[in-house]
């Protein structure tokens, strides 16, 4: 699978944005996917994964209550809407994807397809 992170941008603090993660090939509803973030010089952190169904899903605590991970598997595509930024949440934000059963994956390792990046600037 191929993965196209976009929709990031420059926003201010308090502001939304939504990302997305548009998946080609087929069967996109086996895979788990997971969006990822860094900012520089700091390692790729967990922001939230979502199961193959879209039923379940996990925030890394930073995020909890202000981002909302969903899928769309008819439209192949995952999303990543964020509330309420902070300066804090910028970086550079990824999506995965990886063939499972796991309801969720919350480390790089687990996750063997990248998208290239989108970057999210919150200006205080």
């Known amino acids: 699978v191929q993965l196209q992170a976009s929709g990031g941008g420059l926003v201010q603090a308090g502001g939304s944005l939504r990302l997305s993660c548009a998946a080609s090939?087929?069967?996109?509803?086996?895979?788990?996917m997971g969006w990822f973030r860094q900012a520089g010089g700091k390692e790729r952190e967990f922001v939230a994964t979502?199961?193959?169904?879209?039923?379940?899903?996990y925030y890394a605590d930073s995020v909890k209550g202000r981002f909302t991970i969903s899928r769309d598997n008819a439209k192949n595509t995952a999303y990543l809407q964020m509330h309420s930024l902070k300066p804090d949440d910028t970086g550079v934000y990824y999506c995965?994807?990886?063939?499972?059963?796991?309801?969720?994956?919350?480390?790089?390792?687990?996750?063997?397809?990248w998208g290239q990046g989108t970057l999210v600037t919150v200006s205080s």
């Open positions: 995965a994807a990886q063939p499972g059963y796991a309801e969720s994956m919350y480390y790089t390792r687990e996750y063997n397809y």
């Open positions: 979502i199961s193959r169904s879209g039923g379940n899903t």
């Open positions: 090939g087929r069967s996109f509803s086996s895979y788990v």
